[in-house]
Nanobody, 118 residues
Framework: QVQLVESGGGLVQAGGSLRLSCVVS?????????LGWSRQAPGKDRNFVGS????????LYADSVKGRFTLSRDIAKNTLYLEMNDLKPEDTAVYYC??????????WGQGTQVTVSS
C-alpha cells in the first residue's frame, strides 16, 4: 500500500507560483507505479492534473496545465513535486497526490488547498 502525504499549498495571486510536495512511502511499489496529482474545485469532480512514471521520469499532463505545471521527483527522498507557475484563479482547488494508472489513479493523499486570487 502506497501512502502519500502532501504539503505546500497556500494562497497566491494570479500569475504567481507554488510548489507542492508529496512524500511517498512504499518504495518497493512506487518504482513500478505512476505517481501524480489530481485536483478538485468546489462543486466539481476530481480531475487529472499530471503524472510521472517513477522509474523513468516520463510525464503526462492535462491540457489545462501544460506549459505551466511541471512534475519532478527526488528518488532518494521518495518525494514528488508539482511546480506550478503562472497560476490562474481557475487553478483554485484541493490538490491530491495520487498513485496508480493515470488519469484515474487508485490511491490519494489527504489533499492540500491551493487558492489563486485574481
Amino acid at each position: 500500500q502506497v501512502q502519500l502525504v502532501e504539503s505546500g499549498g497556500g494562497l497566491v495571486q494570479a500569475g504567481g507560483s507554488l510548489r507542492l510536495s508529496c512524500v511517498v512511502s512504499g518504495p518497493a511499489l512506487i518504482s513500478r507505479n505512476w505517481l501524480g496529482w489530481s485536483r478538485q474545485a468546489p462543486g466539481k469532480d476530481r480531475n487529472f492534473v499530471g503524472s510521472i512514471f517513477w522509474s523513468s521520469g516520463s510525464t503526462l499532463y492535462a491540457d489545462s496545465v501544460k506549459g505551466r505545471f511541471t512534475l519532478s521527483r527526488d528518488i532518494a527522498k521518495n518525494t514528488l513535486y508539482l511546480e506550478m507557475n503562472d497560476l490562474k484563479p481557475e487553478d483554485t482547488a484541493v490538490y491530491y497526490c495520487a498513485a496508480g494508472v493515470p488519469p484515474k489513479f487508485n490511491s490519494w493523499g489527504q489533499g492540500t488547498q491551493v487558492t489563486v486570487s485574481s
